[in-house]
C-alpha cells in the first residue's frame, strides 16, 4: 500500500464529510486507505462515516485525547509506506496526492513535505512554510511582526526546502514517522507540527515545502480562536523552547510575560463582509434545488461570473481541483465562497481566515 490518509476529528461532521469526499476523489489511482480516528465527538461525525464512507477504517475514542496522541493512534495502525497527516477542515485536489508522491519519491533525503494551502477565501496561508521559531523570532511574532517567522524567501508557487510546515497537511515515509516516535504527547494541541518538524531536521532529513498543489483549510473549523485557544497554543511554545533550546532565565521571563500579556489583550478577529453578495450557484445541474431555496442564479460557465458575490460550487457536477483554483482566481476577488458536498443538503465555507465558518441546511 501506497499512502494512509489520516484524519483526526472533533466535532466538525460537515467539514469532515466534505473532507472525505475530496480525498476519496485523490485515492482513485493510488492504492491507499483514509484512517479516521474521533476524538468522542458528539455531533454524529462516527455514525456519518459509517454510512456514507464505509471503506474508512474509524477508531473512535472515548475522550478527547489530543492531536499527538490521536494520530499517533492511528499510525500505529496505518499500513502505507507514506502518511499523510490532515485536518478534517481541508478540501484537497483531484491530484493532490499522486503530485507529492511523484515528488517524493525523487527525493534521497527526505524529512516532510507540506503544500500551499489557502483559506475558505482563496487566500494563501503564510505558515504553510515557516521558520523555527527561536525565542527572538517567536517574540517579534507574538508582537506583530511575522516576517521572521514565515519562510517568506520561498515563493508561494515554489517548491524548496524550509524548516516547519503545519500540521494540517503533512506527508512523510511512515518509517520516519515512527523513527520521529510520532508527535510528541507533551502537546496535547498546537505546537506539535513544529516539534515534529524539528525533529525531523535534527536527524538531519530535509523538509520540504511543495507549491505546485493547492489544498484548502479551512482555518478555524476544527479550533475556536478564543482565550484557550491561545493558552495553549502559547503555552505549546513554552514546551518547546524548554525542550529544545538552553534554558535562559532573561529569555524564559520575557517570553511568558509577552504570552500573558497576549492571552490578555490580543482581540478575537472577527471580519464580515461589508457589502450585499448575490448568491450564485455553479452548476451544470438545471434541476439543482439550491437555486429554489436560496434563491440564487445558476450558472454552467464561469465566464459569466462577476466579483462580489457569493459562489456557491456544486461538488457533485465540478471536480474539487476546479473548485480550489477558481477561489484563487484573481479576477473573481472579492467574492466569497460555499460548497455544497456531493449529493448533500447543506452548503459550508468561511468568510474569512478567523471565522469559524458557517454550515446551511435546506
Do not use: W
Not at 478564543?226 to 513554552?238: E, T
Not at 451544470?284 to 460557465?301: F, H, R
Amino acid at each position: 500500500m501506497k499512502l494512509s490518509v489520516v484524519i483526526l476529528n472533533y466535532n466538525v461532521r460537515y467539514f469532515l464529510e466534505l473532507c472525505l469526499q475530496s480525498v476519496e476523489a485523490a485515492l482513485v489511482n493510488i492504492p491507499s486507505e483514509i484512517i479516521v480516528i474521533d476524538n468522542n465527538s458528539k455531533d454524529g461525525s462516527c455514525a456519518m462515516v459509517k454510512e456514507n464512507f464505509p471503506s474508512v477504517v474509524i477508531i473512535e475514542n472515548n475522550s478527547n485525547v489530543g492531536f499527538s496522541k490521536a494520530n499517533n493512534q492511528a499510525v500505529k495502525i496505518a499500513k502505507g509506506e507514506y502518511v499523510c497527516i490532515l485536518n478534517p477542515d481541508t478540501v484537497v485536489a483531484e491530484d493532490t496526492f499522486e503530485s507529492i508522491l511523484e515528488f517524493a519519491n525523487q527525493q534521497t533525503n527526505l524529512g516532510i513535505i507540506g503544500c500551499r494551502l489557502v483559506d475558505g477565501l482563496g487566500v494563501f496561508l503564510p505558515e504553510s512554510k515557516r521558520n523555527i521559531p527561536i525565542v527572538k523570532i517567536a517574540i517579534k511574532k507574538i508582537l506583530g511582526n511575522s516576517k521572521a517567522y514565515y519562510a517568506s524567501h520561498v515563493k508561494e508557487h515554489e517548491t524548496a526546502k524550509v524548516e516547519v510546515l503545519v500540521g494540517a497537511f503533512m506527508v512523510l515515509k511512515r518509517s520516519l514517522y515512527n523513527s520521529l516516535e510520532g508527535f510528541d504527547e507533551d502537546y496535547f494541541m498546537y505546537g506539535e507540527d513544529i516539534d515534529f518538524s524539528y525533529k525531523s531536521l535534527k536527524k538531519g532529513y530535509d523538509n520540504y515545502y511543495f507549491g505546485n498543489t493547492s489544498v484548502i483549510h479551512y482555518k478555524g473549523e476544527s479550533t475556536r480562536r478564543n482565550d484557550i485557544y491561545l493558552k495553549r497554543f502559547y503555552g505549546a511554545m513554552q514546551i518547546f523552547y524548554k525542550k529544545h533550546f538552553k534554558s535562559n532565565f532573561f529569555y524564559d521571563f520575557l517570553v511568558s510575560a509577552v504570552i500573558k500579556s497576549l492571552v490578555r489583550l490580543k482581540p478575537l478577529k472577527r471580519q464580515q463582509p461589508e457589502v450585499r453578495y448575490k448568491s450564485v450557484l455553479i452548476s451544470s445541474n438545471p434541476e439543482a434545488e439550491l437555486v429554489k431555496k436560496l434563491n440564487s442564479s445558476l450558472i454552467a460557465s464561469t465566464d459569466e461570473l462577476s466579483p462580489n458575490s457569493e459562489l456557491i460550487f456544486d461538488a457533485t457536477t465540478l471536480s474539487f481541483k476546479s473548485i480550489i483554483d477558481l477561489m484563487q482566481d484573481s479576477k473573481l476577488k472579492p467574492s466569497i465562497f460555499k460548497i455544497q458536498p456531493k449529493n448533500c443538503s447543506y452548503i459550508l465555507g468561511s468568510n474569512s481566515a478567523d471565522s469559524l465558518g458557517e454550515v446551511i441546511q435546506f
